[in-house]
């Protein structure tokens, strides 16, 4: 981590059915700090409900609401952990907004963990029509997507706790 600049926010990034949400409380708690997911973030600013901003106004109002929300959160003084949503690393802004601000970690997980983890609250926009399809698609188009990380931790076989502690070694 640069010593001029300390990194302050930890940012976790990964698609859908990762447990960045999860991690994130875990995380925070470990750390002494506040969690923040910047889709409940979109929520709060829009008034909107993530899949009515996507029904109304369309996915790319979503992702100028997307960015809004996270240069937000990435603005804030003190410490936090932030969950990002599964496509905030689409933009090339955003991205480099998390990696001004925050020591960024990638989780993955294998597709069929994500299928599962996603079929349990599937109101997901982006997965309408067909979760499996849809998933292993924009698993496809993502695929190098997060490699932008400064950590990639594959949560497959790993508890929250285990995450939790490799995220807070890395980023000591
Ligand atoms: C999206 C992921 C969602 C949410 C929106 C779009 C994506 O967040 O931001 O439905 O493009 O992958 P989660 O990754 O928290 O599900």
Known sequence: MSDDQPLQHVVLIGFMGTGKSTVSKRLAEHLGCAACDVDAEIVKREREEIASIFASRGEEAFRAAETAA???VLGAQDKLVIATGGGAVLSSVNRELMLRKGYVVALTAH???VIARVSQDPDRPLLQGGVRER???LLEDRKHAYDFAHLTIDTTDLTVDEIVNRIAEAAA
């Open 70 to 72: 996270l240069d937000a």
């Open 111 to 113: 597709p069929e963990r």
């Open 135 to 137: 998933v292993y698609k």
